[in-house]
């Protein structure tokens, strides 16, 4: 069945830092959407992309989705202390019924 | 009103109790969900009603049953649970069937002794 697959699974970032974090499925996805939660939260949605090589920016957020709508990206610059949480990738693919997979999230811990 | 809100926000449940989850929603969305989340891991997919009818069952089992009564209300019916069942358990819902963003709601903090 389909898989997406996030790496790392956990970032530590000094305040001030610029970090990547990505995501990679084995099968083509429709679109890709990333989603943060935070501790003791539920996942909110940031942003979709649906174009190959799609590049959407959000503030100190710059998303990517690859050429072959197989892989995405999520670089954040200038981490701040509100960036803590979980950041989820997840994609409906048709492959797996145009259900929509998540990714195992990269847990990001900020180091003020 | 751009909420999906969810009641209780926490519940401790025997194994024999019988209990259920609301969900409810009023974005005018057609599409609802019902995730489990166990700690340190992502949301895993167990029903989804789409124009109120059951479309998808990931092989859940019996003791949880789903009841969509109209457009804006998700219930998730419990009995008979197992102590592995204690988890969140989030509502979400979305525009439509082919799975663009979805909207998730605070979640149940289940516990079952």
């Known amino acids: 069945g389909q898989q997406v697959m996030q790496i790392p699974q956990y970032q530590h970032v000094q305040e001030g830092e610029d970090f990547t974090t990505y995501c990679n499925s084995s099968t083509t996805l429709s679109n890709i959407q990333w989603y943060k939660q935070r501790p003791g939260g539920h996942p909110v949605f940031l942003i979709q992309?649906?174009?190959?090589?799609e590049v959407k920016k959000q503030k100190r957020l710059t998303f990517q989705f690859g050429e072959a709508k197989k892989n995405s990206s999520l670089h954040i610059t200038a981490t701040q202390t509100t960036d803590v949480g979980t950041y989820f990738c997840a994609g409906p693919s048709k492959a797996a019924g145009n259900k929509l997979t998540f990714g195992g999230g990269t847990r990001v811990l900020v180091k003020p | 009103d751009t909420e999906v809100t969810q009641t209780p926000k926490h519940l401790v449940m025997g194994m024999t109790n019988k209990k259920s989850l609301k969900c409810e929603q009023h974005?005018?969305?057609?599409?609802m969900y019902w995730y489990k989340q166990k700690a340190k891991k992502p949301p895993e997919l167990m029903f989804v009603?789409?124009?109120?009818?059951?479309?998808i069952n990931e092989s859940v089992p019996s003791r949880f049953s789903p009841e969509c009564p109209n457009s804006s209300l998700l219930n998730l019916h419990l009995h008979a649970l197992q102590p592995e069942d204690s988890a969140l358990y989030l509502c979400?819902?979305?525009?439509?069937?082919?799975?663009?963003?979805?909207?998730f709601g605070p979640g149940t903090r289940l516990t079952v002794l």
């Open positions: 974005m005018g969305h057609r599409a």
């Open positions: 992309l649906v174009k190959s090589g």
């Open positions: 979400a819902s979305g525009r439509a069937w082919d799975y663009n963003e979805q909207f």
């Open positions: 009603y789409s124009y109120e009818k059951l479309s």
